[in-house]
């Protein structure tokens, strides 16, 4: 009962500062800019700068190969999720436009915008390294497997297998993950630490890195208010879809997990916890984006983001104390 409580309680201060980005959209306070501006300044300024300083703060060499495991637990998820999500769109017959966009969906998280500060709430900010494993996973398999999948089922073209995808190498090295890369020779080499990170330096970038929480959270309310809310739809694919984001891809994660232990391929519990949490996070918010770029259904994308992202505030609690 404890865990639930304190589950709820951390929900519930993310739902608070989300409902400000949604009150202060609601109001008229922001233009049609500011969501643009408020993205790139969490994505390329706040967000590299809070993964550098976790790693300086909570990072040691030895654990690497630590998080290589994590890194296989994430990668071996997401297939099997694919491939489940596959037999599921062509069991169900789903329409082309909706096909690729179901398997991405069940697959593939909002680890930025909602999954950090899901993460912050529930474990800390000592959890950071661990989200990062999940996160460069998440990322590179969403811009590579993901797009590719989403513009195979192009509704414009003849057999959805012509579609030329552009890949976009900034995409599998985006901006955040540079916090990552470059806090590694400071990590590795104690020199560069001691006469390069005075004290100004990393106190600037603590501050900055701790606007990543709620500058997250207000640009997801500003979103959840510009989608509407109220134009939420539950029919069989929504439902099938939200089946597979909050059900299908934690259990899988989890079930990987505890096969791994018998394996000895053992996890610290917050590194575990950490991994089964992001996998039940929101569909990744970008969905909406692709669908119009690949000619996809933007309104089945979009009512997916908008359900996913209301629908967490139930589901985490839960999955927080299966998970003990």
Do not use: C
Not at 200 to 228: E, Q, R
């Amino acid at each position: 009962m404890a865990i639930f409580w304190t589950s709820i309680q951390s929900v519930l201060a993310i739902m608070i500062m989300i409902g400000v980005g949604y009150f202060a959209q609601g109001k008229g306070w922001f233009d049609d800019k500011f969501s643009g501006a408020l993205s790139k300044l969490i994505m390329q300024v706040a967000l590299p700068a809070s993964i550098f300083m976790s790693m300086m703060n909570h990072f040691k060499p030895e654990q690497l190969a630590k998080l290589s495991v994590g890194l296989l637990y994430s990668i071996v998820s997401i297939t099997i999720g694919l491939l489940i999500s596959w037999l599921v769109v062509r069991v169900m017959k789903v329409p082309k436009g909706k096909r690729g966009l179901m398997m991405t969906a069940m697959n593939f998280a909002n680890t930025v915008f909602i999954g950090m500060p899901l993460n912050q709430a529930l474990f800390g900010t000592q959890s950071i390294p661990y989200l990062l494993v999940y996160y460069i996973v998440n990322t590179v398999m969403l811009w590579t497997i993901g797009v590719w999948i989403i513009a195979a089922d192009d509704s414009t073209t003849g057999n959805g297998t012509d579609t030329k995808v552009k890949l976009d190498w900034h995409h599998l090295i985006p901006t955040p993950l540079w916090g990552f890369i470059v806090a590694l020779p400071f990590i590795y080499i104690p020199w560069l630490r001691t006469h390069l990170l005075v004290n100004f330096v990393t106190l600037t970038l603590t501050d900055v890195g701790a606007l990543v929480t709620p500058l997250s959270l207000i640009y997801i309310g500003i979103m959840l208010k510009s989608f509407g809310i109220g134009n939420m739809q539950f029919d069989k694919n929504v439902i099938v879809t939200l089946l597979g984001r909050f059900v299908l891809a934690p259990l899988v994660m989890f079930g990987l997990i505890a096969l791994g232990l018998k394996m000895s391929l053992n996890l610290a519990p917050m590194f575990w916890k950490t991994l089964v949490i992001q996998s039940a996070t929101p569909t990744f918010a970008v969905l909406p984006i692709l669908a119009t770029t690949y000619h996809g259904d933007v309104k089945f994308a979009t009512n997916i983001v908008v359900s996913a992202s209301v629908l967490f505030v139930v589901v985490v609690p839960i999955i927080m104390v299966l998970m003990g």
